[in-house]
């Protein structure tokens, strides 16, 4: 039988795990009330469960494959990615919800060397739709679509 080596997979899971326990450390101080009257933590309690999972379903993936350790870190997605998150919550109240995404979208398009125009354009488009659909028709965020700087209120 071969003995696992420590792969990327593995780390990543380990990672979701780890971030997913401490979320829901802060979760379980909130009311998570029922699933037809739900409280403020029980839809983050239910993200972490899925986070958890997924890492979880990472790591025995992880163990199924005999592969070498992650050499280097990819510097330009872990800068990039981290960068499109600052930059939304930056940019979201003066702009507004839509291009505070889309600004978001587009930053971290460029963390994969393989984007091509043709697919960061269509991702982009359909991320900005799917978030517009689900944050602001679906569950009603009182986030303006267009902030103060562009003319919203």
């Known amino acids: 039988m071969h003995q696992p080596r ?4 593995i780390c990543s899971g380990a990672i979701f795990i780890v971030i997913a326990g401490l979320f829901m450390l802060n979760v379980l101080k909130l009311p998570l009330g029922t699933s037809v009257r739900m409280g403020p933590g029980y839809f983050p309690l239910v993200l972490c469960v899925l986070l958890a999972a997924l890492g979880v379903l990472t ?11 992650p050499t280097r870190t990819a510097w330009r997605g872990l800068i990039l990615i981290t960068a499109a998150v ?10 507004g919800f839509i291009p505070a ?5 587009l930053i ?3 963390a994969s060397i393989h984007m ?12 900005v739709a ?3 659909a689900v944050f602001i028709q679906g569950i009603k965020l009182p986030w303006p679509i267009l902030g103060p700087w562009l003319g919203g209120y």
Do not use: E, H, Y
């Open 108 to 110: 971290s398009l460029f």
């Open 101 to 105: 995404l889309a600004i978001a979208v």
């Open 86 to 95: 600052i930059a939304f919550g930056v940019l979201v109240a003066p702009l």
């Open 59 to 69: 790591v025995l993936k992880g163990l199924r494959q005999v592969t070498d350790p």
């Open 6 to 9: 420590i792969n990327k997979d």
């Open 130 to 132: 799917f978030c517009w």
């Open 116 to 127: 091509t125009f043709k697919l960061g354009g269509l991702m982009l488009v359909g991320i």
